[in-house]
């Protein structure tokens, strides 16, 4: 059965039926990214979406950062997103803090300034050319359960109701996760600011920079553009607190624009206004028995530093591949437990250094505004201080947990390294494979067709590194395997390779 197949039946007594393995509720750029990789695995996925299909130029986020675009680049999708946006090498905050990305150990050392649509709808894409099947205006209603599947009850079009059965489900149900209130996890946090404007509007004047944001005094705004005229301004102001449904026009967002950023650029023609609130929140746990919680369903930062939609897309890659070498049979369950341990510590690091941006850029009192131009200075000054924010904010710096005793490397990302014949580690990974890069010398492991490539270093290293689907090292070493060691890493990793048909 494909991912497409539509064999669901009214819920009113019918059995539940199947039409995939895993369901996916939500088709946000998490979702997305998900859905496409499970599908590339030959996994069959069914995403539920209770909006309608349509293409919105309505975004909430706008950068994309080096680890991501590693990741879209595992995926052939970061050429053509790169093309399609913008680039930004320095990104300057709060007046004197600069962040510089051109010393970033990575082929993508810069920002990508491209709207959220665009990548979702490069995702979306991906997705069903994979295989995977999309429910549009159908929302999850229910969910229960037991210990060989999960039951979610939906309502869709015209209100029908149906009954579908999953093995696993996962909620990359934004915010407001129905998914995550179906299991019953609390959301604690709390708002950190209030009364945030934003507004879609053109503007006479460009700005200097592509990105533009900073803080003076009371005022907090930040610019930055769609690429079809119009610009994206969200600003805040400590003196305006009021409820999210105050009615908002376009004086009040250009009159906080002027005292943030020393002019409102002839705003006009906004085509879109509206006033949020900018929460800190994270769930307990990322996994409630077969159903997962992944992107905003999972953790919510304020958006300092651009890193929301970066963080879910990275929680989406590490789950992924695990939920495929379980179904395929290559992996035990227990596999599924290293999400919540690698991606709940990263979520709360990007909790602490959103929030921490956010409270640097808005500091109030005279003698706290000081400090913040001692650290800024400190920061521009001293390179690994420097370099330690970048890689935080980037995601190039976030590493797992390793068994004790493994190999420094067992956990770190793995660069876009080359290897012999010209390739890239990158271009390797397409396909959700783990690969091994090993000295030309060493004779090949047992084949595992479809689940390895096997690679060699383009110098004469020797190391033998096996590298994971998400681009983390699994295993290394820096001599030659011990006999049985390697064989025995690869079959932890990836499951015993095939038995050798009798003639």
Do not use: C
């Amino acid at each position: 059965m494909t991912g497409n197949t539509d064999t669901t039946r009214h819920s009113g007594g019918a059995t539940p039926t199947t039409p995939a393995p895993v369901i996916v509720v939500g088709s946000g750029p998490t979702g997305l990214l998900l859905a496409g990789d499970l599908a590339t695995a030959g996994v069959p996925v069914t995403v539920l979406e209770k909006r309608p299909r349509r293409i919105s130029n309505l975004s909430r986020a706008f950068v994309l950062h080096a680890r991501t675009l590693e990741q879209l680049d595992a995926r052939g999708l970061a050429d053509e997103l790169e093309a399609t946006g913008r680039t930004l090498d320095r990104l300057r905050l709060f007046g004197r803090l600069a962040i510089d990305l051109t010393d970033l150990p990575s082929r993508f050392a810069h920002l990508l300034v491209l709207p959220q649509y665009e990548v979702e709808e490069a995702l979306r894409r991906r997705a069903v050319e994979a295989g995977a099947g999309f429910r549009y205006e159908t929302e999850m209603t229910g969910l229960a359960q037991d210990a060989d599947g999960v039951t979610v009850e939906t309502r869709g079009p015209q209100g029908r109701t149906e009954s579908l059965r999953a093995a696993y489900v996962v909620g990359a149900d934004g915010m407001r996760s129905a998914v995550r209130d179906a299991i019953g996890l609390p959301f604690p946090g709390r708002s950190v600011i209030r009364s945030v404007v934003l507004a879609d509007v053109r503007l006479a004047e460009q700005p200097q920079g592509l990105l533009t944001v900073d803080a003076v005094g009371d005022a907090f705004a930040f610019l930055a553009p769609f690429g079809d005229g119009y610009h994206r301004v969200i600003g805040w102001h400590r003196g305006r607190d009021v409820p999210d449904s105050e009615p908002l026009d376009l004086a009040e967002v250009k009159e906080i624009t002027r005292l943030a950023l020393g002019r409102d650029y002839g705003m006009h023609d906004a085509r879109w206004m509206s006033r949020f609130h900018s929460d800190e929140r994270q769930a307990p746990a990322y996994r409630v028995g077969r159903v997962f919680l992944a992107g905003d369903a999972a953790h919510v930062h304020t958006p300092a530093g651009g890193q929301g939609m970066n963080t879910g897309l990275q929680d989406a890659a590490n789950l992924s591949w695990k939920l495929a070498s379980v179904l395929a049979g290559h992996a035990d369950p227990a596999l599924l437990d290293t999400y919540q341990a690698e991606r709940h510590p990263v979520g709360k690091a990007v909790l602490r250094s959103s929030g921490g941006l956010v409270r640097l850029a808005m500091v109030k009192r005279p003698w706290t505004r000081a400090a913040r131009a001692v650290l800024t200075g400190f920061l521009n000054a001293v390179g690994p201080a420097r370099r330690g924010i970048t890689a935080r904010i980037t995601g190039v710096g976030h590493r797992y947990p390793a068994p004790r005793g493994a190999h420094p490397l067992t956990g770190t990302r793995v660069p876009d390294l080359r290897l012999a014949g010209g390739t890239r580690l990158h271009e390797a990974l397409r396909g959700g494979r783990f690969v091994l890069i090993t000295p030309s010398h060493q004779p090949p492991p047992a084949t595992r067709a479809g689940r390895l490539t096997v690679a060699h270093w383009a110098s004469d290293r020797r190391t033998t590194l096996l590298v994971r689907p998400d681009g983390y090292a699994a295993w290394a070493t820096d001599t030659s395997p011990a006999p049985g060691a390697l064989e025995a890493a690869l079959t932890t990793h990836l499951g015993p390779a095939p038995s050798p048909r009798l003639a």
